[in-house]
């Protein structure tokens, strides 16, 4: 299976993809986490995309293409994966389709009002677990690998709002670009329970 992951910040891309990685035994490729690990090591890559992650703006098309098609490449892409966070633009839906085919799109719904207090309290570790302060009691270590928590330098209120900006404009156009394609399967999870909206994700999973 080939799946994207598309949705608004917060609407629970990372969550969702990292379940399915678990039980259908997919690689999760998740731009911003390729990204997020290079910021963390000093890379040239890293420094690149910092000083467009930190006001919430995209990272190059061609940059972002470049890095995409290598990591597909790889033997552990060959029986399918999830992108998380690719394509975000539609040049870069474009350049993927003359390198991949996708089986689904998976559109992740999620009123506004709710997407901007889940990013204010997301807290993140770097094993790639999510949480919410809402749900956490206090804690703040990750309950998977006991590494502290902590909140993404771009999940705070000026940058989110320039993030949730750049959706509109950029990506949600990819909506009517795969609904045509026969690609896209939405999944309004408003006042759903993650358990709930993975139920309905899998639902679509399993008809393909
Ligand atoms: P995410 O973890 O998916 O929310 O991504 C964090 C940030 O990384 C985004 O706000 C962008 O600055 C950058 N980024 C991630 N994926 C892409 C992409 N496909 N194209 C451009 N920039 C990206």
Redesign the pocket.
């Known amino acids: 299976m080939k799946l994207i992951f598309l949705g608004a910040?917060g609407a629970g891309?990372?969550t969702h993809a990292t379940r399915v990685k678990q039980d259908y035994n997919l690689p999760h490729i998740?731009?911003?986490?390729i990204?997020?690990a290079n910021i963390k090591g000093g890379t040239p890559l890293g420094l690149l995309?910092k000083s467009?992650?930190d006001k919430?703006?995209?990272?190059?098309?061609s940059v972002?293409i470049d890095i995409?098609k290598d990591r597909l490449q790889q033997a552990d892409c060959a029986g399918g994966y999830i992108l998380?966070?690719?394509?975000?633009?539609v040049a870069?839906a474009d350049a993927l389709s003359t390198f991949a085919d996708i089986d689904a799109v998976i559109n992740l719904i999620l009123d506004g009002e709710v997407i901007v207090e889940r990013v204010a309290g997301r807290r993140v570790c770097d094993c790639g677990e999510t949480y919410n302060v809402a749900t956490l009691g206090g804690k703040t270590t990750c309950a998977k690998c006991g590494k502290p928590l902590y909140q993404?330098e771009?999940d705070n209120p000026q940058t989110v709002r320039n993030?949730l900006a750049?959706y509109d404009r950029e990506t949600s156009p990819l909506l009517a670009y795969y609904r045509q394609k026969g690609l896209l399967r939405d999944v309004d999870s408003n006042g759903l329970t993650i358990d709930e909206v993975y139920a309905k994700i899998k639902a679509i999973l399993d008809t393909l």
């Open positions: 910040p891309k990372g998740s731009t911003g986490d990204f997020r995309a467009y992650i919430g703006a995209l990272v190059p098309d972002v995409v998380d966070g690719f394509p975000r633009t870069q993404r771009d993030r750049v």
